[in-house]
Structure formats: structure tokens, C-alpha cells
DNA sequence: TTGGGGACCGAAAACGTTTTCAGGAACGTA
DNA sequence: TACGTTCCTGAAAACGTTTTCGGTCCCCAA
């Protein structure tokens, strides 16, 4: 049954196919082959078709690595990351994978998992690699250190180097606490409060800012007094609701600094029988879509518009690989996500 | 403030430094240094020593291309998943890829959105890149078809291949059914009732068959008379239990085939004011953290050990790449997680 | 017949390694 | 002095491509 023999008779250990193969096959020289099949306009066009169909009679897939090797390009990238589970990485990711369009160019995925020594043991593996561009994808969107000056560009992403030198793709949290704050606000709300997360990440600082912000430009108090930091954790997110109804019972809308605090925000209103958005309206951050789509009503947010990020990040980084790359920090704006949460006052 | 110029002088375009430019600082052949470097026994002591520093003062890397060239072994593996947003794909990724350990091995992540010309051209990608194997993650735990025989050991993960040929490995999910309700009864749990996800899934029918078989074990019945099978959601899990308490009211456990069924059981059990785990205990599968952990209470449930199966996976294929690969279905077990949601009624 | 020119082809160098194998140096022995 | 041995070193081939450049062939005009 695991015979290795294959359908069609008994072939040797089958070594694999070689442009040589292919040459000899079609009666023409290497050289001559290799021609005709990357479209170089000095061959016959009777020669070139003979050779492609002896490439593809033996199904001939070229080396990378020998063209690699003479072309210097690998036609590959690196991608750090240093949290593969935490949900921010993997849109990026997935933006970065599919802009590369893997005909040209695939992509290496290492995680340091947070680690410093593993990040240089990674870098390392990368470059003796000869990936053509790196993307280096951070855990939290506060600055990182700079890898240095590097043999190939380098693009980072969610997480900004701490070297102005470098180029950073980032997403824009004063920006997205403005568009929360503003939904409601055109949607007649007056008694905004804010709840948020841990007060050492810049993006819970940033999203406050940008929220106090849009608050001022109508001379709008915070309702509650304060903003509510804490942890990015349902838990917090019920708790500092229930300190926030006795505080100031008159709160008409609450914008939570992501969907987890936003789902316990959500938990405690209907605990205590406050409808949404009938009398509360409640939006979330991140468009994190198993909590914002699955809550109850489903929760507007913003999306930080990752994928889009990795997009970017991917192309910035073709096009740095010959040419030459830009530095300084580069916002991507976010986008508003409405669903039930939030909607006129009666 | 962009000039190129590095920090010490100039130096013209820098080379990538080479082998040759490290024999040649330290007055040997190229052929010894290579020797001195892979720790080839033939070299004398004092001059492998001469090389070293030559090499680390140059800060020397080895092209990787041309070693793979040569020894016919690229050091690099393909991991060619159907989802990469999915929940599973992640884990099981992220235990390849440290079981590799990046010294040796690195993966080339491709992500073929469930899209089979896609995947086609992911794989041509990667054998052209002449990969040392391959691992493929389906998107759900049914069997997908194989991509029959390739040049390299593929190694089939929580998807198994269609082909008795291949060698696949998944979960156990009829044992993790058969776990969740033998913890439910070992807690004095008579009325048991199981809600969960699209029956065209072989995932929850095995979990289901795992939970009957441990209540035929000890002659209970299942409590409402019928596993409700209906969508992997949130709004299911409270549908279902509206249901489930009409129809049978005296159930005092509740074994949900996801924790985001669990998030929606108990959504409606706090709603009727039964009390978890005092009145009904609830527990629920995948061990998705933001879901069980921050649940209230925290949610008892089963991991399907992920991490793990992907780092057998990595080790099975790298035993495979020098040796051969075995064949059939192999299933990993799962791991009992146990939160407040579960506890011995009182 | 000779020469010029265009179109096409192939020999060979190159990319950066590893590995084989011939040979040189040092040394002891006959 | 001649000869084996034992150690170490380096020239060269090989891996599978791409690219340069000289050469052949053919056709046409002089």
C-alpha cells in the first residue's frame, strides 16, 4: 500500500528536474533555455515554444535559490513579530501576505514571543537568508527600539521605532478616540463618559486625548469627571461602569477603549436594566469581531484598519527595495464600524 | 539628516562580506575557512581560531542560498494554511514555528483564504523554493482533499487529508466530548444537556458522541431529550437555552461545543437568575481565552492542545525530511481546563 | 564573389558555498 | 640520504541558474 512506486511505471529516485533537463529535452543549450522561458526577446519564436513545452512536459519549477543567488534577490521578506497570538499582528499579517502576492515574493514568519536575545537570534537567521526587505510587526502601539542600520529596508509596523531614522507605519489612536466621540455626539448625545485601559499604553492616552478633544470642540464636560483607566479587561470594564453610574447617573453614552471593556460596559447596563442605545449608547475600539458582532445589541467600533496597515507595509517595502525608503512616522486613519450600540436618542 | 553615511567614515557601497573576504583576512583558502568554520576536524586549531576572529570581525554571515545550493537542503519549510484569521491556524503555527527554532529551520508562511487556485500557486511557490516540507492547517476539522505526491514530506494538521496515504494529525474531539461530561458528572451533575454547533460539522458530531457515550457509560439520559445542533454563535447558545429551560427546567449542566456558545448559555442563564455553577453548570470547548477567561464566571472548558499539535507536527516532518514519513490519522488529546463555572453542587 | 548586417544561438563566467582529492611540510626511521 | 607517515592546506569541481559576448548562418547588395 505505501509503495512508493507511482502510477505510470518505475521512475529512478527521481532527481529533480534541471533547466538542463529541459535544454536537453528541447534539443537547444542551457543558456538558449533559460531564454526562452523568462521572455528575452532574442529567441526564436519556434525555439521558444519547443521549450516551453519540454518545461512543461517534465514540469520543471525553477531553483530560487540559483537564481537567488545570481540575481541577489531572494524574492523573499521577513516578518517579525513579537506577539503571533495577540490579535494585532495577525490582520497585519494577512494585509502584508496577500499585498506580497506570493508569484514574487514569499514571506518568513518568525515571533520572538517577546524576547530580546530571540528577536537578534531571529534577525540573524533572516539576513544570512538574504531576505530582500523586513517588516518588524511590535506588540503594543508603543515605540521599540531600532534594529539598527540594517543591509536591507526595514518597515515597522503597529509599533513605531524609537529612531526618527526609520520608517513607521502606525495606526492613529488621537484620530480614532475624535471619530467615537463625534459618532455620538451626532447622534444627540451630551453626558460622554470614557473608559479605557491601561494608562502606560500611549494608545489608551492617545484615544482619550482625541476623544477630550472632539469634547472641547463643543464645550462638552466628561461626564463621570474622569477618565476611567484601568486594565483591557471586561472585568474593569464592568467595574468602572458601576462606579460610573453612581458617580453620575445622568450618563447618556459610554465609549469604552476597546471591545473587551466595552462587552463588560454592555454586561453592567443591562444588569441594571439601562436599555441600549435606547438610554445609553456604547461603542467600542478595535472591531474585534467574535466581541463586537456577538455582543448584545452588536457594538459599534472603530477598526484600526490593521490589515490595510500590512497592506501598506508591504508596499512601502516593495517599492523601498529599489529604490529608497522614506523615514519619519506615517499614520493610517481609522474607520467607523455602526452597528446597534449607538443610534439617535429617542 | 537622511544622508547614508554611517557613523564611522564612508564606506563605498558596502558588499555583502563573503566568504572569500574572511579566508583572505585571515591568510587562508577559501576551502579552510569553510572547514574552520563548520568545525570540520581537519584543520589545525591555531588556525580555525584565526578564521573565527576573521569571520566575527567581519561580522561575517553565511549566504544561506548558496549552502542550500550546494547541500541540496534549503532549511526552510512551507506552512501553508486555509485560515489564517481563523482561531486554530494560530496556535498550531505558533507551535511549529518555535519547535523549528529558527537556528536550523524557517517557515514560509502562505495563507490560500480557502481558495483552491490559490493554494495551487502557494505550493508551486514554495516547491520552486524548494522547501524541505510542508505542513498544511486546514480551516475546520474535516478531512480535505490531498495534494497528492510531492517532492517533499507534507505533514497534515487539525484538517486531515482524504488520503489514507498521508499522514494527518488532528484532535481528539469524541474524547474531549467524552472529558467535558465525565467532569461534569464526576461534580454530581445528573440532567446534562449539550448544545452546539453546525452539524455538517464532523467536529461536533464527534463531541457530541463523546458526550453520549459518557452518559451511556452511566445510563444517564441527556437532559432535553436532544443535542441542539444550529450555528457556531453567540445568539445560538442563548436560543438554544431559552429552548432547552422550557422544554426541560430541571437541567443542572450544560455542555456547550464552544465557548462562544458557552458566552451566549450564560448570558441567558444570568438572565433567568439561575445561578452558575450553584443551580446549572456550564462548560464549554476550545479554551479561547478571551472568551473563557473573562466570562462571569470564568468558564471551565476544553483545550484542544494546538500548540502542541503543532509542535509534533514540526517534529514529525523533521524526522520525516531524513527518514520517511508514516501515514494514516493520528489524534492528539485534549486537556481539561477547570474554571468557577464547574463545581460540585452543594 | 565578396562584404555587411541582422537574427539567433551557445560557451563560459559568475553568484557563494561545500567537498573531494592531490600534494606539501614536518618528522621520525632505515 | 631516502623514504613512509601523519597533518594540514588549497585547487578545483559542483550545485542550478542568468547574462555577456563572440560566433554562425543566412540574406541581400555591390
Redesign the interface.
Given at each position: 500500500?505505501?509503495a512508493p512506486s507511482?502510477s505510470d511505471g518505475d521512475q529512478p529516485p527521481?532527481r529533480?528536474v534541471t533547466l538542463r533537463d529541459v535544454a536537453q529535452l528541447a534539443g537547444v543549450s542551457i543558456a538558449t533555455a533559460s531564454k526562452a522561458l523568462n521572455g528575452q526577446p532574442q529567441v526564436r519564436a519556434t525555439t521558444r515554444e519547443k521549450v516551453v513545452r519540454a518545461a512543461e512536459q517534465l514540469s520543471f519549477?525553477?531553483?530560487?535559490?540559483?537564481q537567488?543567488?545570481i540575481t541577489q534577490r531572494?524574492g523573499?521578506v521577513g516578518?517579525l513579530t513579537s506577539d503571533?497570538?495577540g490579535r494585532f499582528s495577525?490582520?497585519i499579517?494577512?494585509g502584508a501576505?496577500?499585498a506580497f502576492g506570493?508569484?514574487q515574493t514569499?514571506?518568513?514568519?518568525?515571533?520572538a514571543?517577546g524576547d530580546n536575545v530571540?528577536e537578534r537570534?531571529?534577525l540573524?537567521?533572516?539576513?544570512?537568508?538574504?531576505v530582500d526587505g523586513l517588516i518588524v510587526v511590535g506588540a503594543r502601539p508603543d515605540a521599540r527600539p531600532s534594529l539598527g542600520?540594517l543591509?536591507v529596508p526595514v518597515i515597522y509596523a503597529y509599533s513605531p521605532s524609537d529612531s526618527p531614522?526609520d520608517l513607521s507605519l502606525v495606526t492613529d489612536n488621537v484620530g480614532g478616540g475624535h471619530m467615537a466621540v463625534d459618532h455620538l455626539i451626532r447622534h444627540g448625545r451630551r453626558r460622554i463618559a470614557h473608559i479605557t485601559g491601561d494608562a502606560t499604553y500611549g494608545a489608551a492616552r492617545d484615544r482619550a486625548a482625541g476623544a477630550l478633544n472632539r469634547l472641547g470642540e463643543e464645550d462638552l464636560p466628561l461626564a463621570g469627571d474622569q477618565v476611567w483607566y484601568g486594565a483591557w479587561?471586561?472585568?474593569w470594564g464592568?467595574g468602572a461602569t458601576r462606579m460610573l453610574l453612581r458617580r453620575d447617573p445622568t450618563v447618556d453614552a459610554i465609549f469604552a477603549g476597546s471591545d473587551?471593556i466595552a462587552?463588560g460596559v454592555l454586561?453592567v447596563l443591562h444588569q441594571e436594566g439601562l436599555d441600549v442605545p435606547g438610554r445609553v449608547a456604547v461603542i467600542g475600539f478595535d472591531n474585534w469581531n467574535?466581541?463586537a458582532a456577538?455582543a448584545?445589541p452588536p457594538l459599534s467600533t472603530i477598526d484600526m484598519n490593521l490589515e490595510q496597515l500590512g497592506r501598506l507595509a508591504a508596499q512601502r517595502l516593495f517599492a523601498a527595495i529599489d529604490g529608497t525608503l522614506g523615514?519619519g512616522i506615517e499614520t493610517i486613519p481609522p474607520r467607523l464600524i455602526t452597528r446597534e450600540s449607538t443610534a439617535p436618542l429617542d
Open positions: 500500500m505505501s507511482s527521481t529533480t519549477s525553477p531553483n530560487t535559490l540559483a537567488g543567488l531572494s523573499t516578518l503571533l497570538e495577525i490582520p499579517l494577512m501576505e496577500d506570493s508569484d514569499s514571506v518568513f514568519l518568525c515571533d514571543r530571540r537570534h531571529h540573524r537567521a533572516l539576513l544570512s537568508r538574504r542600520d543591509p531614522q479587561s471586561e472585568a464592568r473587551e462587552r454586561d467574535i466581541l456577538n448584545r523615514s
